[in-house]
């Protein structure tokens, strides 16, 4: 059975006063109208026996906010690994004193359009668009009306929305430095390879951390050994390069850059059904940080998605934005794109290689 919100009008006739001054009381405007000590005790012990909330929406619009943000995303707020993306944003905003709208598109252009203007309609103060993995798309027409986050998205050409992401490409230099460092120079790359230049622009993250590692090696005079390209990034593909780089002649591979961790899973099954040990046989690096990399054995060294730092900051450059108003940055500006670092979970899975014959 539901319960009857308590009006202001009830406190008011609870109080023996009229709403007006109910009102007045409420918004802590009666003092300056001069209305009693007792009257302001009367009004506010009505509300607080009756329960009485405001209502925050027109509180909110009286005061120019309403203490809201949206936040869309495509699968994030069902995808366990990048959940805590959510976490982040819910506790910045909550350090401020504003709440979360949270809705999902299932990927579905429509929906987020719906999804945007419902927001809107609520007079929310900001909005944030999220996705699951870095990535370029169009955006929705109304995106811009309000202050407005990009969160794991770049702004396609023309769009002047800032966006946060992982910085991919340091990353990419930062794991093919560790494989050098290691005093590794016969280094396999599995799920992109130089040739994925030719891949849909979406696959933003696979671009950024390739062009990170091939500087790395380029700067070191290192050409990758092999690189096995597959955009699907599951453990099936890690295993299929694994046994094509070992049915190619050269031996097992020395040293596995894989651009996420899945396929390292399937590539650390390939090495052990071949008899190899990781490190001492095969080092491998990996990029995301997946609840299993530690669990592996040996653990998976990894660059991690900075979920919760991701969220947290998107949040926290939104309220800079709302703060300033709409209008604190000409239509014309470029979007600024902040990048957050991917720490190192730095495990056991990269060693120096073995001396040959070893």
């Known amino acids: 059975?539901?319960?009857?919100?308590?009006?202001?009008?009830?406190?008011?006739?609870?109080?023996?006063?009229?709403?007006?001054?109910?009102?007045?009381?409420?918004?802590?405007?009666?003092?300056?109208?001069?209305?009693?000590?007792?009257?302001?005790?009367?009004?506010?012990?009505?509300?607080?026996?009756?329960?009485y909330r405001p209502n925050a929406v027109s509180v909110g619009l009286r005061k120019g906010t309403t203490r809201t943000l949206g936040f869309v995303s495509d699968s994030v707020a069902s995808s366990r690994l990048a959940g805590d993306m959510i976490k982040g944003a819910i506790e910045a905003g909550r350090e401020q004193g504003f709440m979360l709208f949270i809705g999902e598109t299932g990927g579905k252009p429509a929906e987020e359009a719906k999804l945007v203007e419902a927001m809107l309609d609520r007079q929310v103060d900001g909005i944030i668009l999220a996705s699951m993995f870095t990535r370029s798309r169009p955006l929705p027409e109304d995106v811009d009306r309000i202050p407005a986050v990009l969160l794991n998205l770049v702004a396609p050409p023309g769009a002047t929305v800032p966006s946060v992401v992982p910085d991919e490409e340091r990353a990419g230099r930062e794991a093919a430095q560790l494989l050098l460092d290691a005093g590794h120079r016969e280094i396999h790359l599995i799920g992109a390879g130089p040739g994925a230049d030719d891949w849909p622009a979406v696959s933003v993250a696979a671009h950024q951390r390739l062009t990170g590692i091939l500087g790395a090696l380029e700067a070191a005079g290192v050409r990758p050994s092999s690189g096995y390209e597959d955009p699907a990034w599951l453990p099936q593909q890690g295993w299929d390069a694994f046994q094509r780089i070992v049915a190619g002649g050269g031996g097992p591979p020395r040293a596995l850059i894989c651009f996420n961790d899945r396929l390292a899973f399937g590539a650390y099954q390939a090495a052990q059904e071949a008899g190899l040990t990781i490190p001492d046989d095969v080092s491998v690096v990996s990029f995301d940080d997946a609840s299993v990399a530690g669990w592996l054995r040996p653990g998976l060294t990894t660059f991690a998605l900075p979920h919760r730092a991701l969220g947290r900051r998107a949040v926290e450059l939104l309220l800079e934005l709302v703060a300033q108003g709409n209008d604190a940055a000409p239509a014309t500006a470029a979007p600024v794109v902040h990048r957050l670092p991917m720490p190192l979970r730095a495990r056991g899975s990269v060693a120096a290689p073995r001396a040959a014959g070893a």
């Open 1 to 51: 059975m539901g319960h009857k919100r308590v009006t202001l009008a009830d406190v008011a006739r609870a109080a023996g006063v009229s709403s007006s001054t109910a009102s007045l009381v409420m918004t802590g405007r009666g003092r300056q109208l001069r209305i009693s000590e007792a009257v302001h005790a009367r009004v506010r012990s009505a509300a607080q026996d009756l329960g």
